[in-house]
Every structure is written in C-alpha cells, then in structure tokens.
C-alpha cells in the first residue's frame, strides 16, 4: 500500500478548510429560536415521553457515550436467530418493556417481561445534523408528515424532525402497544416538564420555572397545544445546536494547534489508507457501505429500505467525532475496542464486503496503534466528553437511583430458574398505571404478591421460601391469577396501579415479593427476590 508521508498530509490538511463543519441550515418551516431549542432540550431528556416513564430520547443517546447508549455492554439482542450467546447476538439501546395500553406487561419471545433490547446500536444524535437521511439503514427521508393528519409539514430538510418521531411510538424504545401520537401529545400536555428528572441546567431550570409543557409551548409556539408537530420541530431545533468541532483535529484544521505525535501519526495512516472514503472528516458526505460487519442476510441495512440488490447489508458510514467515547463500534455493536476496529478494516472486512473496495491495508502493528490513537482521542470534543454547554443535561430519574431496592434473594424453580420481580417504573405520584411485573417463572401457574410497608430477614419462610417483605399488619396478598405462558421460566404477569397524587405519600415505602406454584421444586413453591419501592414527588413539587 502506498503511504502518504505525514508532512504532506499535515499540508492537506491545513489547507483543505479552514471550518471542518458546515454551516448548519434550518428549515424555512422550522426557523431557529432560542427557547424552541430550550423546550427541544426538554423534551429530549424527558423520560415522561416514554409510556412507562422509564425512557428518554437522552437514555440512549448521551453525550460522554459519544452520543450512543452507555449501557450498551449489559444490552443483548439475541439476533436473527434468536438465541443469545451466539455470535450474530446484537449490543443495542435497552428500551421499555412489553405492555398493552393499560399497563400490563406482555412477555415476548425475546426478553420476556423484561425491557427489550433494540436491534442495531443506537448511532449519535451528535453532529446528526449534517445528514440528509437518519438511521443506519438511512430509513428517515427528510420530509416531515404531520402523524395526526398525514400532511407534509416540511417538504424537504427536516430528517431531524421526521426521526423525533419514531421513538416515542416504537414498542421497544418507548411506547406500549398500538400506541399513537395523539396520546403521546395528550400525556405530555398534562405532566410538569422533567418532573422526573433532577440536576438541571441552571439556564433550563431557570426558563422552565414552575410552569407546564402548555406554558411553554404556549411562549415557543404563540399558543399552548401540544402536538406531535410541534414536539418534532423543537427537539430537531436542539439537535441542530448539537456540533462537536472543538476536536483537537478539529483545532488542528482551524488553528494548526499540533495534535499529539501519535495521533498525528494515525491522521496520516487514516489518510493514506483511504478511510477518508467513507469517513470524510471535512465535507461529511452522507456514504453507505456494506463493509461485511455481519452477513447481509441478517440485516439488510439500506437494501431493506430501497429494495436494490446493491445496497443488501450497506449502512451509513457515521460521523467519526467522539467515537473514542462510544460503547461498542459498528451498526450491531459487534466490536468492544477502537483496537477491534481497526483489526477489523486492517484484514479487508468480513463476511463479502461490497465491490471488492474493501482490501487488506496490511498496516504494520505500529500503525495500527497510531490509527488507534488518533481515533480515540484525536477526534473527541472536551466538552462532549465532560458534557459541558450545549452538551449539557440534566440527570434522568433511572440513572440517579435504581427504580428499586432488592432485598434479599430469590430460589429456585424447575430447571434452576429463578423468577424475578420486574420494578423499573419510577414510582412518582399521579402515575397513572404504575406497573410491577413477574416474570421467568413456571407459565400456567397461580402466582401472588406479597406487600407490606416492611421488609423481612428472611428468617420467615413459606413452603421452605424465605420472606423478605415484613409481617406487618399491613402485609397484603394480591393475587396474579394464573401466569402466561406455557413453559418453565416463560410465566409472566403484572400487577398495575394508579399512584394518587398525594403529598403525604412522598416517601413513603412499599415492599413486594413474588411467589409461585412450581411442581418442580420441593416445596412446590419458588420466590422471587423482594423490591422495596419509594414514592416520590415530581420535580418542583
């Protein structure tokens, strides 16, 4: 392979551009405003879109992931083949679990009652901008479609605005069965913007107050209705204020400020093994390639989108800025190290990369750690990885405490299956149907909850199963009926609530444990692990 020496490719470089990023446009019908942004900033972190109130646009898109999904490692997707543990097994963004529009929670072949996994990486909503199509498999065209009237609001620019609405109807990311935009719309006009949340910006906690989402759309928009539209328009208005250039490559274009030797080094190798191909660090073309990362027949990619032979397997190559920040690598999270990566594009590819561009670099192995190193830290922005203004956020309510505290342990059940108590819903007051579910249990057998305002040592035990929640004049048993499901540790069923919204409630406590009938055991019972669960108040409350 030809190498480029490092002083020519330093002169290319400092007199490609003198800006690495374009001008960022908006649409004519989404002009730019400050507090459109600022009520766009909002709504992104407001796990309050999700039906379970478990999931925001920002769970899986967090800036010092490099815009991805930190939680990616403790994420698997079993896959085309649906087992897990085999290698087409998918690293994606962990997303709500199953439920119907009341609630309950609906086991799926694939994870059960517990919360799904998405089928490709979540991809940074960083720089995410630039592009004139969204998604890996670049299925968001730019073209806005009122959900509600099936009008195009946005003729042309605003993939930013199409994509905003998908997630939040998604089954897997955040909404419940056969959910529409009209009910999100509706349930957002009626909370407390980031009720949920904690640790606001000063500037965002400052412009919100104490006011409502009607409030503030009311000032964004000029009237007060929430609508699916309007909810697009102000999260695409932040994204589009969302750009990292203050990379050191970046202050290297700009400034010739030096990069570090062994990044300057990678810059160079980067260059003259054509990477730059795909991954144009200046001009950003929108490419798709079918780099052989998996078989095409697993995942079609943008061939499944167009129907072209062609594009079978082809993805959109990704902004490379922040990506020593990211989780995992490639559209199905496939690699764990930037080191990986390279390994991976050094041997040609796998699994029949497209048109034969797709050759052995034959780096030597100091190359590849120079590639390595530039990749890692040559193209990450300070503030994104400290996440500082405009990479600011709040703290989502999943992240700054466990929706519940375990206590004690389950046992046992046929086959050495433990059941589990499912508790990831934020236990806040007025929610409308709080949900605790148990699953991995015998399926079509009786189960029952225990509840109490205690929790146990386990010293008390039923049928040879320890109790964890307090025998309290309190204790309550409340029966689950007989599980779905056929088979063993496929039962599941869910208990649904409304929470009042009393103040006297916040923080308050509640302790759950599950119990079922299963031939299997000794006893002819098996027990989950109990949940202690606190009520809390809104935000502001």
């Known amino acids: ?26 649409p004519v019908e989404n002009p730019f405003a400050v507090n459109k942004a600022m009520l766009g900033k909002v709504l992104f972190w407001d796990e309050q879109l999700s039906s379970s109130g478990t999931v925001a646009c920002g769970t899986c898109h967090r800036p010092a992931a490099g815009g991805s999904d930190p939680r990616t490692l403790d994420s698997a997707h079993p896959g085309a083949d649906g087992v897990y543990g085999t290698e087409d097994d998918i690293r994606g963004a962990t997303g709500v679990v199953a439920e119907t529009t009341s609630g309950q929670y609906v086991g799926t072949d694939d994870f059960g009652v517990h919360q799904q996994v998405t089928h490709r990486l979540s991809p940074s909503f960083i720089n995410a901008a630039v592009f004139t199509r969204q998604l890996w498999d670049g299925a968001v065209d730019d073209v806005l479609v009122d959900p509600l009237t099936g009008l195009i609001e946005i003729p042309a620019g ?30 957002i006009a009626n909370w407390r913007p980031l009720s949920l949340a904690s640790d606001l910006p000063g500037d965002l906690e400052a412009w919100l107050g104490d006011r409502s989402y009607r409030d503030v759309f009311a000032e964004v928009f000029g009237t007060p209705e929430v609508t699916p539209v ?30 570090g030797a062994l990044e300057t080094q990678g810059w160079g190798v980067f260059f003259a093994s054509n990477c730059i191909g795909c991954h144009n660090l200046v001009d950003f073309n929108q490419t798709f390639a079918r780099t052989g990362v998996r078989p095409a027949s697993e995942d079609p990619g943008l061939g499944g989108v167009t ?32 080191t990986d990566v390279v390994e991976f594009y050094d041997r040609g590819g796998d699994f029949n990369p497209g048109g034969g561009f797709f050759q052995p670099l034959g780096l030597t192995a100091e190359e590849k750690t120079a590639l390595a190193a530039f990749l890692q830290n040559g193209l990450t922005d300070p503030r994104v990885e400290n996440e500082l203004p405009p990479f600011d956020r709040p703290t989502l309510f999943t992240e700054r405490a466990a929706a519940s505290e375990t206590i004690g342990h389950g046992t046992q059940g046929t086959f050495g299956i433990v059941p589990q108590l499912i508790a990831v819903e934020p236990a806040v007051l007025g929610h409308p149907d709080f949900t605790i579910g148990l699953g991995d249990a015998a399926g079509g057998m009786p189960a029952v909850l ?30 689950l009926g007989t599980l779905h499901g056929q088979l063993w540790g496929e039962g599941h069923g869910s208990w649904t609530i409304p929470i009042p919204a009393l103040p006297g409630l916040a923080g308050a406590s509640l302790v759950f444990q599950g119990l079922v009938a299963d031939f299997g055991t000794p006893s002819g019972v098996a027990g989950t692990a109990a949940k202690r669960i606190e009520f809390f108040a809104p935000r502001g409350d």
């Open 230 to 259: 309007r909810i697009a328009k102000a999260i695409a208005t932040y994204e589009r204020t969302l750009i990292s250039n203050q990379s050191p490559f970046d202050r290297m274009l700009e400034f010739g400020e030096p990069m």
């Open 450 to 479: 225990l509840l109490d305002t205690q929790a146990g040592d386990g010293s008390v035990s039923f049928q040879g199963v320890p109790l964890f929640v307090g025998a309290s004049p309190a204790l309550q048993v409340l029966n």
């Open 1 to 26: 392979m030809r190498r480029i020496p490092i002083a020519l490719v330093l002169t290319l470089s400092a007199t490609a551009t003198a800006q690495a990023f374009p001008e960022i446009e908006h």
């Open 158 to 187: 605003a993939s930013l605005e199409a994509q905003a609405l998908g997630p939040p109807v998604n089954s897997v990311e955040m909404g419940h069965i056969d959910i529409d935009w009209a009910e999100v719309a509706a349930r």
């Open 307 to 338: 129907g072209q032979p062609n594009h079978m397997g082809a993805f959109k190559s990704p902004l490379l800025r922040n990506l020593g920040l990211r989780p995992a690598f490639f559209h199905n999270g496939g690699a764990r190290t930037l």
